[in-house]
């Protein structure tokens, strides 16, 4: 069997309606329009409706991916969702997906590594592709974080917003030069206790609210973030120079600066999409994907690294051929 690579067909998002803005917060509690944009660069973010799930917003960029790949839903063999914020403990977001699309076949199942979740899903998904085991894979990116927060905290709430993103990939042939290049996952559990969400099915029957220790989050994402876009330059004889685009995930606007900086990258060549739609954890990467690829900024030939830091903690990055 000739070697295979995952090549990228199409991608797509969706956001709820509802926009949030700081102003709006404001009137809620003790902060400010002035003290969030300082502290994270972020204006607004978007929150889904009542009785708008997961699942409906992951359904909608998988639909738009498709629809940009110019694909049927009937092509999809392997449906992958990275969420933190499933619709239910089970069954898996991605089994309600596969539903909405219609299809019967191939496997669906969800990733859960946080922030860091649509890196992990792209992982696999590229896996079950070199292996031959799927043949065109959604991947998707979709959280409703909204419904975690603790709307009383102004240092976890102002940061979180609703969404998803959705790339297709498809099995082609490794020569052809394009598509995922490679990826690289990292995890340590020591962490755990910086990011989390204080309650779970087995621990405490509830959903429970996030909570964050903020200096100690940014200060491992700076450097672990840069850490691994190294990892994958070096395994792939690049220099940070060869990259066309960083897209990170939207996590703060100074942990972007910050890696940046570390980076030796200008800021010009990095995706940001954090002022209009916060930190959307594992929906962050394809919604800035999206963004790009829609305005013109990413374009066939592109070499495009993504890279993200989650709970647990989790990091990671994906190099990819455009």
């Not at 700081?22 to 978007?46: C, F, S, V």
Request: glycine content about 10%.
């Amino acid at each position: 069997m000739a070697d295979l690579r995952s090549r990228i067909v199409g991608c797509g998002a969706y956001l709820p309606e509802r926009v949030l803005t700081n102003a709006e917060l404001a009137k809620q509690m003790d902060t400010t329009d002035e003290w969030i944009i300082t502290r994270t660069g972020i204006r607004q973010r978007h929150i889904a409706a009542e009785g708008e799930c997961t699942s409906d917003l992951a359904f909608q960029a998988a639909g738009r991916a498709l629809d940009a790949a110019g694909l049927p839903a009937e092509d999809v063999d392997l449906i992958i969702v990275g969420t933190t914020t499933p619709d239910d403990t089970f069954p898996s977001t991605a089994t309600k997906v596969q539903a909405m699309l219609g299809l019967t076949h191939g496997a669906a199942f969800d990733v859960q590594a946080v922030c860091s979740g649509f890196v992990f899903a792209l992982s696999v998904a590229d896996n079950f592709i070199r292996n031959g085991q799927a043949k065109t894979a959604l991947v998707i990116g979709a959280e409703t974080y909204s419904r975690i927060l603790d709307w009383e905290d102004r240092g976890t709430c102002v940061l979180f917003g609703d969404g998803a993103g959705a790339l297709v990939i498809r099995a082609d042939a490794a020569e052809n030069g394009d598509g995922i290049l490679s990826t690289h996952l990292h995890s340590d559990g020591r962490y755990r206790d910086i990011l989390y969400v204080d309650g779970g099915p087995s621990a405490t029957q509830t959903v429970g609210h996030l909570r964050m220790q903020g200096k100690e989050v940014f200060r491992h994402a700076v450097m672990n973030l840069a850490g691994v876009v190294t990892e994958t330059l070096e395994a792939n004889g690049l220099a940070i120079d060869d990259v066309d685009w960083l897209v990170p995930h939207q996590a703060n606007l100074r942990i972007l600066e910050g890696t940046a900086k570390r980076l030796g990258l200008p800021t010009e060549r990095v995706v940001i999409t954090v002022d209009h739609h916060a930190n959307t954890s594992a929906a962050s990467i394809p919604l800035a994907l999206n963004e790009a690829v829609l305005d013109g900024r990413i374009r066939p030939g592109h070499l495009v690294l993504m890279e993200a830091m989650g709970g647990g903690l989790t990091w990671g990055a994906a190099l990819a051929r455009w």
